[in-house]
């Protein structure tokens, strides 16, 4: 399981030009699932989510992670994270979980992160989405499980 995270001011989901969901300071996490990934994987990665730390503390160093801060969390599917771009000039989505079980981790994800923190965002599995973001630094990692 993938999460590219980006340390962001604020950060925004549109669908059909309507803004679904959208968070102010804290992380963006597009998450990508690969075919072998689990529960165990989800459960892994939302732990580095949560604690890897990227935010400034007092001294301008990155000490602090998005609880310590009382940031949020905007989640959003992307299967083109878990993409082989080692051939050619068009990248190839084999190493992508199937589309129903990538939803069912996505979803898996999400809930125990709800249980995790209060400040909670997400995009729509699989929709056509406009993300808007301000990326703060810009700091942007990106995470395996």
């Given at each position: 399981?993938?999460?590219?995270?980006?340390?962001?001011?604020?950060?925004?989901?549109?669908?059909?030009?309507?803004?679904?969901?959208?968070?102010e300071q804290g992380l963006?996490?597009?998450?990508?699932?690969?075919?072998?990934?689990?529960?165990?994987?989800?459960?892994?990665?939302?732990?580095?989510?949560?604690?890897?730390?990227?935010?400034?503390?007092?001294?301008?160093k990155m000490n602090l992670?998005?609880?310590?801060?009382?940031?949020?969390?905007?989640?959003?599917?992307?299967?083109?994270?878990?993409?082989?771009?080692?051939?050619?000039?068009?990248?190839?989505?084999?190493?992508?979980?199937?589309?129903?079980?990538?939803?069912?981790?996505?979803?898996?994800?999400?809930?125990?992160?709800?249980?995790?923190?209060?400040?909670?965002?997400?995009?729509?599995?699989?929709?056509?989405?406009?993300?808007?973001?301000?990326?703060?630094?810009?700091?942007?990692?990106?995470?395996?499980?």
């Amino acid at each position: 399981m993938l999460a590219l995270i980006q340390r962001v001011k604020s950060a925004s989901v549109e669908i059909n030009g309507v803004e679904t969901a959208s968070i102010e300071q804290g992380l963006l996490v597009f998450l990508g699932v690969e075919k072998d990934d689990t529960q165990e994987d989800a459960n892994r990665l939302l732990h580095k989510v949560l604690a890897y730390r990227v935010f400034s503390d007092t001294e301008g160093k990155m000490n602090l992670n998005v609880q310590d801060i009382g940031g949020a969390l905007l989640v959003v599917s992307q299967f083109t994270l878990a993409a082989d771009t080692n051939k050619g000039l068009r990248p190839s989505f084999s190493s992508a979980k199937a589309p129903q079980e990538a939803r069912q981790l996505y979803e898996y994800f999400l809930q125990e992160a709800s249980q995790q923190t209060t400040r909670l965002a997400s995009g729509e599995f699989a929709a056509d989405m406009q993300i808007a973001l301000i990326n703060d630094g810009p700091v942007t990692f990106l995470l395996q499980s």
